[in-house]
């Protein structure tokens, strides 16, 4: 080819190169420009409707109040319409709210340091989530504004407080398509009839959403009573409107567990709106089935129901696709991170799921807890919740992803829905006390008064007085130290890590983060030593197997 016509097709190819970047560049700066998270008008609305009145422990505003409890959760009774509310827990919870988004933001931070990346994050944020009010109910975005307008601008660099209150609600959704560790790995059960201590409905949960402890530091039971729906309880945090645990007045309780998916590529209804959406309307198990079947959401959940006017609990299985209801022949229902009903069965994402993660393990070890413990009654479902052994009770390590309790749980929770009662954890993790709640007296109880009822909590997990409980914190603590020496490339004292393979020698994840160490500093037959260590332990997941052996190998 003559050489001008070369220089020639290559300045052409150029041009086109160029005209494509433009187009994107376009393309893109109007998707950006073009954004609406549908912010509700509150111009004719009296932000300031009552006095906010504060004390050591307990805050008003109108007929809304917040107390923190002597268990140490946070409690907060929310009336009136969606503004209404928004802007009451906005009032009550600003110095929570704040709390709960700078240690979320700093979670962030640590993965991100830099902040101009940061604001390429809001850019994509804003791509991504650029029709979400779209799919989030007004009633919901109007609570997020009213809540928002207490939040601070601090973090203004992210988007406005309302923006990130409403992607906020889609963090849950995220974070488990993001992780293929399983950020969310929920493990959850219902027990009736024969099952049950008194034949009536026992749900049982652990809510394993784990960004960090600090995040799960001041967990807040909410009580609605909306203008319109049923009045209910929900588990979580400030800032959190949707539902992640609940019951209604009707004996309608909602638990979430996270499902393989694919990562999300445009804006939905996040689960957690869909959940509120089910508690605040639905008073039977078809009805939730008929408002999660009319919703398109993120990513891939299971959704365990509870119905007291139903007798029994059933499974909404749900993916972007279509949306599942699964039954059980007998008078017991296991729900984990994996779907169960044959409109899944050739599901590849969830064949996938179940082969490689540790949700059929903790599936099959609820299967044995709930058989030895049967019949069921609160305090041993608090027991089955509180399990750190594998299998047939063989030691698998303290915070082994195969463990029903993990160590990590943000709440957990033991719903009676016949009787309106329930339970939830204090800290640390599930093995505080239980706190028990009566939601049929919540709304008619003085602001003063104790909302919980004393007598009927469940006490606190003994395993707090022993050794292996301060060999746990050790290693958590430890986790972390060598992971910075290994980040700064600084030695570590041979003693400390030492400390660190006593603490939780049976976990492999000892083991293989003892590698790392050496490895790091060039002690490769240590760290082989310690990488086929890990091999022989039992292992949460395949890839984290596969993530060993090619170490080994590429090491040896």
């Not at 097709?9 to 190169?17: R, V």
């Not at 069965?345 to 058989?371: G, H, I, M, W």
């Amino acid at each position: 080819m003559h050489k001008k016509t070369i220089i020639k097709a290559i300045k052409y190819t150029g041009l086109c190169l160029a005209g494509v970047v433009l187009l994107l560049f376009l393309y893109l700066t109007g998707l950006y420009f073009s954004a609406d998270m549908k912010q509700p008008d509150f111009s004719d609305i009296n932000q300031n409707a009552y006095s906010l009145v504060k004390s050591d422990s307990l805050r008003t505003y109108g007929p809304n109040f917040l107390k923190k409890s002597k268990s140490g959760l946070w409690e907060i009774v929310l009336r009136g319409s969606a503004p209404e509310r928004g802007i009451a827990f906005g009032k009550l919870s600003e110095d929570l709210l704040y709390y709960q988004e700078k240690v979320f933001v700093d979670q962030i931070k640590e993965i991100i340091p830099s902040e101009s990346y940061l604001k390429f994050l809001r850019v994509m944020l804003i791509l991504f989530n650029r029709n979400m009010g779209e799919y989030v109910p007004l009633e919901n975005r109007e609570e997020i504004y009213g809540i928002s307008l207490s939040c601070t601008h601090e973090y203004d660099a992210i988007g406005t407080p309302y923006e990130r209150q409403l992607n906020y609600h889609g963090a849950h959704d995220i974070g488990h398509a993001m992780q293929s560790y399983m950020l969310v790995g929920c493990s959850s059960f219902g027990v009736w009839g024969d099952e049950s201590a008194d034949s009536t409905l026992l749900i049982g949960r652990n809510f394993d959403f784990y960004m960090g402890d600090d995040f799960a530091r001041h967990k807040l039971v909410s009580f609605y009573e909306p203008d319109s729906g049923y009045r209910f309880a929900s588990i979580g945090w400030a800032g959190m409107t949707g539902v992640l645990s609940g019951m209604n007045e009707a004996g309608l309780t909602v638990t979430i567990n996270a499902a393989q998916s694919t990562m999300p590529v445009s804006a939905a209804t996040p689960i957690s709106i869909l959940c509120r959406q089910i508690l605040q309307y639905a008073s039977t198990i078809e009805e939730a089935y008929q408002i999660a079947n009319a919703h398109k959401t993120f990513v891939s959940e299971s959704i365990l129901i509870g119905s007291a006017k139903d007798g029994k609990a059933a499974i909404i299985e749900k993916s972007p696709a279509k949306t599942a209801l699964f039954e059980t022949d007998n008078n017991r229902i296991i729900c984990t991170n994996h779907y169960q009903s044959p409109a899944f069965a050739d599901d590849k994402y969830n064949q996938e799921n179940v082969a490689t993660s540790d949700s059929p393990y903790r599936f099959e070890r609820l299967t044995e807890l709930l058989t030895e413990n049967k019949p069921i009654d609160a305090p041993k479902a608090v027991n089955i919740l509180r399990n750190y052994q594998g299998k047939a009770g063989k030691s698998i390590g303290l915070a082994n992803e195969k463990s029903i309790n993990q160590f990590i749980a943000h709440h957990s929770v033991i719903f009676k829905p016949e009787e309106r009662k329930f339970w939830v954890s204090t800290s640390p993790w599930q093995l505080g006390k239980y706190v028990a709640y009566d939601l049929n007296d919540i709304f008619n109880l003085d602001p003063e008064a104790e909302l919980s009822i004393e007598t009927e909590a469940i006490p606190s997990d003994p395993f707090l007085q022993t050794q292996a409980y301060q060999d746990l914190l050790t290693y958590k603590e430890l986790i972390k130290e060598i992971r910075r020496h290994i980040k700064t490339e600084e030695p570590l004292d041979e003693k400390t890590l030492l400390r660190f393979q006593n603490a939780n020698p049976d976990n492999f994840f000892t083991w293989e983060l003892s590698g790392d160490y050496y490895a790091a500093f060039g002690k490769m037959q240590d760290a082989l030593s310690c990488w086929k260590e890990a091999l022989t332990k039992e292992i949460a997941r395949v890839p984290e197997r596969q993530r060993i052996e090619k170490k080994i190998r590429t090491k040896e």
